[in-house]
């Protein structure tokens, strides 16, 4: 099951003294979650890029949601370091 998400447009907190502009979507991101009813779900997310007027600079929110080293959002890796010791494809 693949489910597509894109960030809403509200303007990050961290840049809410800076003059924004929206300029689209990074690349989506695959990240692999909890299978649903024994289906494999993937969530392809897209975040948005905002220009700061004043600079010229691109940024975007800092999202905090895959485990550090694999595609798998926090809680299903913790799940599966519990399961199997281990996360898979990781040694």
């Given at each position: 099951m693949d489910v597509h998400l894109d960030?809403?447009?509200?303007?990050?907190?961290e840049f809410s003294s800076e003059?924004?502009?929206?300029?689209?979507?990074?690349?989506?991101?695959?990240?692999?979650?909890y299978p649903i009813r024994e289906r494999m779900v993937y969530l392809h997310v897209?975040?948005?890029?905002?220009?700061?007027?004043s600079t010229?600079?691109?940024?975007?929110?800092?999202?905090?949601?895959?485990?550090k080293g694999a595609r798998y959002t926090k809680g299903f890796a913790s799940f599966l370091k519990e399961l199997f010791g281990q996360i898979p494809d990781q040694q």
């Open positions: 960030e809403l447009h509200q303007f990050p907190e003059k924004l502009t929206s300029k689209g979507f990074q690349s989506a991101v695959v990240i692999q979650d897209r975040k948005r890029k905002w220009l700061i007027c010229g600079q691109i940024v975007s929110r800092d999202w905090d949601l895959i485990a």
